[in-house]
């Protein structure tokens, strides 16, 4: 009875995060299409859905000291608690990231924050973040170690496309000086964004190898 | 004999954790000295230093999961254990925010990261978030709530030159799109780094009182 009731509280805790990673991946889309369209309600919608993200890491930080004391779990169950903390962390950080890009995109509304020039990098850079995201939450529903190796190929892809943004920026950008930071914020966004679903991922390879680096 | 173990263990981590805070306080000043002295010697020290860091981190992370299962900890000393992880996380990233800092002026040399016009306003956020740090140092040491309680008053102080700073680029910037790139990045990361020194304060405030809001 007791153990069903652990077992029950361990469910709780993987399902909270496997919703706080679709949520963390339908804002980095949402900011995308926000920041691409000049979509001011799809930044809206991020702004706003981030308040559900705040939340279930507040649950999970609440659950896991009550878990540990209750049941005083023991070996990969103890990784398992200890782990949900910190990817909630990072889930978390992952939303107010994208809520950063969709702030920016409704401070300058009806104004685009990616003039023509830098559609194709700043397209890419959101389409690997949101791929990165993608794969953290297979990899957090499969434990699949190999895919969180991949998860690496697709954080240099963000960081590449980062470069290629700064660089854009600094070879007589037309734009003006306001245009320039937005974008090289955006940038710094999209790169922490991917860091942090780096980081979900291997932690994931530590609850199952019991060793972090990936 | 066990439970003298179990309180050398303890001491062990929050000594380790009194490191830390030392050492991101110090990144934070030596980041700063590089930043507005063009000092390369302070930012190649800030660069180095911060593998202490990473250590202690390292070394932090993996000695809760077993003082975890051994010892068993409950009530307070369970909250201290968890907390531990978390701030030992944000000291860390307060150390790679230094080093952003430092980089940048590491990139630059020997030109200057921050144009006179701007040296006041960096000057302040380079103070203010180093007090933050020194503030969150003593929080850690004394447990003290009220302090933890200014620190907010000193991360406000932070924001505000941010945007000081923000509307300097912004309003007939002379020194181009790379440099006002540069300071808003610089911007960026001290306002991060308290953010960060913020989290100590408030897990800090959570460990005394069971409550986690400052």
Redo the contacts between chains.
Sequence with gaps: MVRSGYDEQLDRLTGALAVMSREATAAIRGAGTALLDVDQEAAELVVQNDAVLDQLRGDI?AA??EL??RQ?P??SD??LV?CA??IA?DLERMGDLAVHIAKIVQMRYPNMVVPPPAAAVVAEMAEAAARIAEKASTVLATRDPLTAMQIGLDDDEVDTAQSRL?SL??SG?QYG??S??DL??VG?YYERYADHAVNVARQVVYLVTGT?RL
Tied chains: 1, 2.
């Design positions: 930080e896991v000291p540990l004391a005083q023991v070996a103890l990784r200890l903390i910190r962390g700064l920026l600094l950008w000086v306001e320039a930071i090289a914020l710094r972090i």
